[in-house]
């Protein structure tokens, strides 16, 4: 059996030893591990044979921020389908932090989808199918089928539906408090507008025009009735 120089462990050990670090969620081990082993041309080769090492390599080099070494490594290795759904999130979530820090702010969801189509996924890490957000149509189509039933799920129901999709527990509920939000802008959209709106211009009032005297009440006032005679010459009052 070849053996690594420097190191007892062959390189189907080595991939061992990296899939026990990578599920125990020990980065830092991982790292290290990583690092003390050969570089040399020729146990470089027989180590990027095992989808585990590559794959480890891939998750050390995201969580150190080196994306450069991420992108390299998922565009020029192809991995399995086991290995897709780790790699795709964390080449989505690489290039969104890039383009955060570009931007000087966080990205909402329509900078995050121009993000994806700028970076789609390498066919190495993608078995082709449609996706939407990154979620496959028939996951999509089980979520929808589940929001018909029950828009507020409970958290059993979550990991129920997480288990069936492959998505976790907070994607599921992520999906749905989404959903809901644009049924509600929907609803307040089609909404009829019940508000009336009035004009911000106030028109000038135009000048009533001089009553005949005709249709002036009888006044006992003579004084006021002959202000407002149109002649003036006689008084209004006094009986004929």
């Known amino acids: 059996m070849f053996h690594l120089p420097m190191l007892n462990f062959s390189p189907q050990q080595v991939a061992q030893v990296c899939e026990t670090l990578e599920d125990s969620g020990d980065i830092e081990r991982l790292g290290r591990f990583l690092w003390s082993l050969p ?8 180590l990027n ?8 390599r891939a998750i ?45 702010r966080p990205l909402g969801p329509v900078d995050k989808y121009r993000v994806r189509k700028k970076f789609p996924l390498p066919r190495t890490i993608w078995d082709g199918e449609q996706k939407t957000h990154c979620f496959k149509e028939r996951t999509r189509n089980l979520l929808r089928e589940w929001y018909l039933q029950d828009p507020y799920p409970n958290p059993t129901k979550k990991r129920e539906l997480a288990q069936a ?17 644009r ?24 000048p009533i025009p001089a009553l005949s005297e005709r ?19 006689f008084d209004i009052t006094r009986p004929k």
């Open 39 to 46: 570089v040399n041309p020729a146990a470089s080769d027989a």
């Open 49 to 56: 044979k095992h989808e585990s090492i590559l794959r480890a």
């Open 60 to 104: 050390v080099a995201y969580h150190t921020g080196n994306f450069r070494d991420l992108y390299h490594i998922v565009e020029n290795n192809q991995f399995t389908k086991d290995s897709h759904a780790k790699l795709q999130a964390m080449w989505l979530e690489a290039h969104y932090q890039e383009a955060e820090k570009l931007r000087g």
């Open 165 to 181: 999709t492959g998505l976790t527990p907070t994607q599921v509920g992520n999906w749905f408090k989404n959903r809901r939000q």
């Open 183 to 206: 049924d509600r802008a929907a609803a307040a959209k089609n909404r009829p507008n019940l508000h009336i709106t009035y004009p911000k211009t106030v028109l000038p009032l135009k």
């Open 215 to 233: 249709f002036l009440p009888r006044s006992t006032d003579t004084v006021r009735q002959r202000e407002i005679s149109p002649t003036g010459l």
